[in-house]
């Protein structure tokens, strides 16, 4: 009984999240090497070579050097069980990356220490903030020019509304980055560019070593101790509570791509962050330790491997220890039932799973049962997750079939993509499924709809823009939406599950329908 708690308590489940080119690939990568995961890390950016990032599997990915879906990789190190998910950092992400911060206990925050904090990554902490989860900063690209740290920390507290706490300290950037100061050990480690390979020269020194002068020059030695002054004097306390609460962030600078600070990162972070953590059913809150096994799927990935035409269903296991061939229930389909070929997987490399534990992601094949937000459990203590939020799409796009005769596969194709959550669809009222509206959080999701129609599904495909931007829900069940008066401008829907809708244009064409339609009610999001 004991080591099953311990093996719980080994566990770390986080996400990884970025604006585009910040580094969260190179970071992952990094992170993996340690663990003894991979032997060398991928260069992305080599369009010339055949490397490719362990984490980025589709083929668009390859291509386009992004990440478009979210993995899910997990490495062993100094006896801990990790789990990264790996979402996507690219501008036109989708809502697969709000989905994956669900199944995480706490975010690590890579910025780009150039440019501080991006678009992207404010949408991906408002996510985290409504989940009260930790989140730890990685600043990273110190190796190039960057901006002054004290300005970084500022746009960190401003723009995203959180404490920050400096663990370690840089010493210059770009050309004249010489490494950084540890706040705790009160010692410097000076930096020397490797390549990137994994064991980087560590050379530790003390504030009043002779050496400093040489290695750091007069004045870079100068301004960290000023700053070390100020630090101490003006900045926060570190608080380890308020960091768990999401309150506080502790901030590390350090470079990715010659792998400097990232194992010191690496064994802070664990060291900050808990094993997993309860959570929420409608009735009672899970406590990962119980014996009874529990589980929510997050995210469903069709075609995974093109030659098996599979679909897998990613589960994130909340309580108890799954055991292959273990009957379990299943919440929604109403049903007992045998998880098939569950896996654990690292970009397209699988493994079975004979076991896993609260806080591991498991993906097992689908036939088609599960959907985004359903729960598995023991038969014996049946509970059910609170539901997952769908998000509002910002892009819509009218999609129809260029040849008649592909009907079949066009409606299959469309409706499995949706399921996995990268896109929704909808349909006007009255309307059949050979022409459907599909909505997006970003448009990159077009061309990756477009793109895996042709290629997985054999469909090519007509799509128009559509000029709509915002999209409700009609909470009143009793409202016929053909009998509303609405701006010439709105479109009434519905979704695949029979939910009525509307689409505006602007701001003003909501409110004339608040206004001539008493008693309306309009929601921003639905649930799985």
């Given amino acids: 009984m004991n080591s099953f708690k311990e093996e719980i308590q080994k566990r770390r489940t986080f996400a990884i999240i970025s604006h585009p080119d910040a580094g969260k690939t190179t970071l992952t990568e990094k992170l993996l090497l340690y663990g003894g995961a991979i032997n060398l890390a991928g260069s992305v950016k080599g369009k010339r070579t055949a490397k490719h990032a362990v984490s980025d599997w589709m083929e668009i990915e390859k291509q386009r050097g992004i990440s478009v879906t979210s993995s899910v990789l997990q490495f062993k190190y100094n006896g801990y069980c990790i789990n990264i998910l790996d979402t996507p950092g690219h501008e036109d992400f989708s809502e697969d990356t709000y989905r994956t911060l669900m199944a995480a206990d706490s ?51 401003n723009v995203l509304g959180i404490n920050t706490y400096p663990v370690n300290w840089p010493i210059g950037s770009g050309k004249e980055f010489k490494g950084v100061f540890d706040r705790n050990t009160e010692k410097i480690l000076s930096f020397t560019a490797n390549n990137g390979q994994k064991e980087v020269e560590k050379k530790e020194l003390a504030l009043d070593d002779p050496r400093l002068d040489e290695i750091l020059g007069q004045y870079l030695k100068q301004d960290l101790f000023d700053e070390i002054e100020l630090l101490d004097g003006a900045g926060d306390e570190f608080d380890l509570d308020a960091v768990r609460e999401g309150k506080l962030t502790p901030v590390f600078f350090g470079s990715a791509l010659t792998n400097f600070g990232v194992e010191p990162f690496l064994e802070q972070f664990l060291k900050l962050t808990t094993s997993p953590i309860a959570r929420e059913t409608i009735s009672e809150e899970v406590d990962p330790m119980s014996d009874d096994f529990s589980a929510f799927v997050f995210k469903i990935q069709a075609n995974m491997n093109k030659a098996h035409r599979d679909r897998i269903a990613f589960m994130r296991i909340c309580s108890g220890k799954f055991e292959k061939n273990m009957e379990v229930y299943h919440v929604q389909g109403k049903k007992k039932m045998r998880l098939s070929q569950p896996q654990q997987i690292m970009a397209q490399e699988r493994e079975i799973v004979e076991e896993a534990y609260a806080g591991d992601i498991i993906g097992v094949f689908d036939p088609g049962l599960f959907s985004i937000g359903d729960t598995i459990c023991s038969p014996s203590h049946k509970v059910q997750f609170k539901g997952i939020p769908t998000f509002a799409p910002e892009h819509f796009a009218r999609v129809r079939q260029k040849d008649t005769m592909k009907r079949k596969q066009f409606i299959k194709g469309t409706s499995q993509i949706a399921q996995e959550g990268a896109i929704q669809i909808f349909q006007e009222l009255d309307a059949g499924m050979e022409e459907v509206i599909v909505g997006v959080v970003g448009v990159l999701q077009f061309d990756v709809l477009k793109y895996r129609l042709e290629n997985e599904y054999n469909v090519d495909i007509i799509m128009e823009n559509l000029p709509y931007e915002y999209i409700r829900w009609i909470v009143n069940e009793d409202v016929d939406p053909k009998t509303l008066d609405l701006a010439s401008d709105t479109k009434r829907i519905q979704d695949l599950k029979g939910n009525h809708l509307l689409l505006f244009t602007s701001y003003w064409s909501i409110d004339w329908a608040l206004d001539h339609n008493k008693g309306l009610e309009l929601r921003e999001f639905g649930t799985n």
């Avoid at 150039?114 to 678009?119: C, I, R, T």
């Avoid at 404010?122 to 600043?139: E, G, Q, Y």
């Fill in 107 to 157: 975010a690590v925050m890579v910025i780009d220490g150039s440019k501080g904090v991006e678009k992207q990554t404010i949408k991906l902490f408002k996510v985290c903030v409504m989940r009260n989860i930790p989140i730890i900063t990685f600043i990273n690209k110190m190796d190039r020019d960057a901006k002054s740290p004290f300005d970084l920390l500022e746009d960190i507290e």
